[in-house]
């Protein structure tokens, strides 16, 4: 790929501040290697509302899908809380990712012994902790039809429907088979089978394209609740995790405490089109705009992009190898400066200016090198 597409879409809080230091970080490696970037920026989420009185604009659907990928901060905040629900900035969010058809979202969650003070457990049980969730993004009870809230006999009740198709769910084990298959060839599907209909589809479809397709790979199925404690008890255990939309958002926030801090953790949403690169972390509002928050997550969000959608996990490697740096040598946003020893609090741009030196650093050894 010698030239990139993006769509950078801020969103709201901290949002900009984090997308800044992840497209400076594309920017260098794109220099590097010969690829050229073509930035396009769009309000999205309470910006976009304040813009367009909508969280998302057809224009932005558009120039998403012509995009070859979709940079996003974050959104929302108390300032559109209480907008009506059809305009609340999660659903701009939910319609982009419905649109472009991002299926599988990638959330790796690695535990980083550089700053294990972060980590509510203790560093011996999760030292070494490094899997990826795949969580179907695109379905289940987030888009389940019918869904309301209505008044029967007086009093009102309030449903979802929580549905997966048997294509819904071979499409994203797929991509977690073949996620597994670059790994440790391990593959945990998590449901609630024992319960829910929909979960006992979920868990016949993927032994079925298991026997089918993917023998090499030892495959478990779990229960959500009980594999919620055991990824607390043992993260070291987790590979690659496959789930539903629900049980995907909540087990990589769990994922995300244990490796440290949220503002460390970036996703990947692919499909067939455009992925869609996010941080996990929120807009933080209570610290926008004051160089506090931690760029890292949306930067490694970048490195996934250069994975996945550049498919160039060469290039991928030095920017994680050049955060690597950045917090060996003692670097630490707010959010994960728990004053060690050999630690420096440092501001959001400085950050992203260590990562690029050391991503400078690490083209100009190989430029001499070769
Ligand atoms: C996430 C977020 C979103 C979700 C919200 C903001 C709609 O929590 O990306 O995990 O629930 O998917
Ligand atoms: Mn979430």
Redesign the pocket.
Same mark, same amino acid.
């Given at each position: 790929m010698s030239s990139l597409r993006l769509l950078v879409l801020d969103g709201d809080g901290i949002g900009p501040e984090v997308n800044a230091q992840a497209l400076r970080v594309l920017r260098e490696v794109g220099a590097h290697a010969g690829m050229s970037i073509e930035a396009e920026h769009a309000a999205f989420g309470g910006a976009s509302l304040d813009a367009y009185g909508l969280p998302v604009t057809e224009a932005t659907i558009a120039l998403a899908k012509a995009s070859d990928a979709v940079l996003l901060g974050a959104?929302?905040g108390p300032k559109w809380d209480d907008v009506a629900p059809h305009l609340r900035?999660?659903r701009g969010?939910?319609r982009l990712r419905s649109e472009l058809g991002v299926f599988a @979202?990638l959330r790796p969650a690695k535990f980083s012994a550089a700053i294990e003070a972060a980590s509510p457990l203790r560093p011996e049980r999760a030292r070494g902790a490094d899997f990826v969730i795949v969580r179907e993004?695109c379905g289940g009870i987030?888009f389940g039809e019918p869904r309301a809230i209505e008044t029967v006999n007086g009093e009102r009740r309030g449903y979802n429907t929580m549905v997966y198709t048997e294509s819904e769910i071979v499409r994203v084990a797929r991509v977690a088979f073949e996620t597994a298959r670059l790994r440790s060839k391990r593959l945990t599907s998590v449901d609630k089978a024992n319960v829910l209909e929909v979960s006992r589809l979920w868990r016949e479809v993927v032994t079925d394209l298991h026997k089918r397709e993917y023998s090499d790979i030892t495959l478990d199925h779990q229960y959500v609740d009980s594999y919620a404690m055991k990824m607390v008890a043992n993260p070291r255990d987790a590979d690659v995790v496959v789930t539903g @939309?629900l049980f995907g958002?909540i087990l990589?926030?769990l994922a995300a405490a244990l490796s440290g801090s949220l503002g460390m953790l970036p996703?990947a949403s692919l499909g067939e089109g455009p992925g869609l690169y996010?941080p996990?972390h929120?807009s933080a509002p209570d610290i926008a705009g004051q160089a506090k928050a931690n760029p890292l997550g949306a930067i490694l969000s970048s490195a996934l992009l250069l994975e996945h959608t550049v498919k160039r996990p060469d290039l991928a490697k030095i920017v994680n190898d050049a955060v690597q740096g950045a917090l060996d040598a003692g670097l630490r946003t707010g959010d994960i400066a728990w004053g060690d020893a050999g630690t420096r609090r440092v501001n959001t741009v400085e950050m992203g200016d260590a990562v690029v030196a050391n991503i400078r650093s690490s083209f100009g050894s190989k430029e001499t090198r070769a």
């Open positions: 959104v929302g900035a999660e969010l939910l @979202n993004l987030y @939309n958002d990589s926030d996703s996010e996990v929120g």
